[in-house]
């Protein structure tokens, strides 16, 4: 049994959070700023970030939707229970979880609505930002961890898109207990197959780390090298490819900064941030793991000072604050101990030792896939037929609101995306394919979700291999909510490799 005091599960519930807060503002103000480069500039938070924008953190009110669904529905939540937040709240979500909430829309199943099938973001870094919670209430158990990361992950990811969320809440669950940043960097990685794109990463990253033992940029190179390349439809068309969404080339940015980082809070998080990609969230990540590693009562006092006017600020369309969110941590996580058969034993928890490991098969989101073709609207392959005009409120897209209207571009591969934008004014558009009909996508959205416009409007798989003809028809028709017939279209790219359908 392992034995952990319960003042001492508080404090450490509560640096996780702090440290992600803080870790969250750190990050902000470069996020995607810095791809495929070291961010070498000034990298002290800012007052005006903890201030005005940390409450409007997705990587924090995401985490607190999914522990309110918990704190509600218990700790057997289904991907139904998880799949409510996203129909019915009014935060604005991205990439998998926005293709999520897309799906979830159109009818998709919970369960299914992370799958590759419906989800061209399947391997995006969505489940990881929001699992923290899971393992503040996992301390040492990190199956019951695993468990959970199932039931949530599936209904925005797949693949190495939840293995990057089992990755990340075994760290936490070792973080109770283990004060070796490496040691707890490899048992995290047992929780996830060894033969996963995450596992494999992250066995790199420990041994160049062995290689490289006091040069962190170093490890960087390396990992930039082997591993920046993302299948993500922003993958190949953001900054000559060197844009990357994927989790575990993220999670691996978090690795290196509790690797280098030698237990101390602001250089754990100043390493992960000035690895660029989706700072806000890796650092989120990275600040809430040494966190809990270190508990609040060893944070620095300058990160003490800094964050403490904001520690009781409900964070945007939820209801909980840092403090708040401590409170139902520490609830909920005595409550999974006694539920995995651990005991309260008045002043301590006594917790059944788990094994950090993964049992099931290895789940491949897009086996043997490939980019054939990325575009941009300015690509002169692609022909606007029709009064196509730039959109003011979505860039690199264009919009049309003449019915008959038209796009028309020729591709290779067996799938495609096309780029959308969801919004109030939108209509319904058709998608053919060598001269059939085989889609319709209903653009509309109410005004309180628009302004995450990174939707879908084509994503088809299974064709055959080779040259096709795609054509995007403005039909003129529309929700009964919607006040426009309008559609908008961006980037299309196209693949080739096989997705299987999931198991109805």
């Not at 299914?112 to 209430?137: K, V």
Request: proline share 5%; charged share 25%; glycine share 10%.
């Amino acid at each position: 049994m392992l034995r952990l005091k319960k003042d001492a599960l508080k404090d450490k519930i509560l640096g996780a959070w702090v440290g992600k807060s803080y870790g969250a503002a750190m990050g902000e103000p470069i996020e995607f700023k810095y791809t495929g480069e070291i961010f070498e500039g000034n990298v002290d938070v800012q007052e005006l970030h903890l201030r005005e924008w940390l409450v409007n953190e997705d990587d924090l009110y995401m985490n607190m939707a999914m522990l309110q669904v918990v704190a509600e529905q218990g700790l057997d939540a289904t991907p139904e229970d998880f799949a409510t937040p996203y129909r019915e709240g009014k935060y604005l979500v991205w990439h998998a979880n926005g293709q999520a909430r897309q799906n979830l829309l159109e009818g998709i199943p919970a369960e299914h609505a992370g799958h590759p099938y419906y989800n061209p973001h399947a391997d995006d870094i969505d489940f990881q930002i929001e699992c923290d919670y899971i393992g503040m209430i996992s301390p040492g158990m990190p199956e019951v961890a695993q468990d959970l990361c199932r039931r949530q992950g599936r209904v925005v990811n797949h693949g190495d898109g939840i293995y990057g969320g089992m990755f990340f809440t075994a760290m936490y669950a070792a973080s109770f207990f283990e004060d070796d940043p490496r040691k707890i960097v490899e048992l995290g990685r047992k929780a996830v197959p060894a033969d996963s794109a995450c596992g494999r990463i992250i066995d790199d990253v420990l041994g160049w780390h062995v290689e490289y033992p006091t040069d962190w940029r170093a490890t960087w190179g390396e990992i930039e090298k082997k591993w920046n390349h993302d299948l993500c439809p922003w993958g190949p068309t953001e900054n000559e490819g060197k844009f990357n969404i994927q989790a575990n080339f993220n999670g691996a940015y978090v690795a290196l900064g509790l690797l280098y980082g030698n237990r101390d809070f602001l250089k754990t998080i100043e390493i992960t941030n000035r690895s660029g990609q989706d700072t806000d969230s890796n650092v989120a990540n990275v600040g809430g793991i040494i966190g809990t590693v270190l508990g609040y009562e060893r944070f620095p006092k300058r990160v003490i000072e800094e964050i403490s006017p904001y520690m009781d600020r409900v964070y945007n369309h939820t209801k909980y604050s840092i403090l708040s969110a401590t409170d139902v941590c520490f609830r909920l996580a005595i409550e999974n101990v006694i539920q995995n058969g651990g005991k309260d034993a008045g002043e301590e928890l006594q917790i059944p030792n788990q094994p950090y490991t993964y049992v099931s098969e290895t789940e491949v989101s897009f086996p043997k896939f490939f980019v054939v073709d990325a575009l941009k609207v300015s690509d002169s392959r692609i022909s606007w037929n029709g009064s196509w005009e730039k959109d003011e409120r979505a860039e690199e897209q264009l919009v049309s609101t003449t019915p008959g209207d038209s796009v028309t571009v020729e591709f290779r591969g067996n799938t495609l995306y096309v780029q959308g934008d969801l919004h109030h004014d939108k209509g319904i558009l058709e998608a053919w394919i060598d001269g059939q009909l085989v889609q319709e996508r209903d653009m509309y959205h109410p005004p309180h979700w628009e302004r995450a416009n990174q939707a879908t409007a084509v994503w088809i798989t299974g064709l055959p291999d080779g040259e096709h003809k795609l054509e995007l028809k403005v039909t003129g028709r529309k929700n009964k909510n919607s006040t426009g017939i309008g559609t908008a279209i961006g980037r299309i790219v196209s693949y080739s490799g096989s997705i299987d359908p999931p198991n109805i």
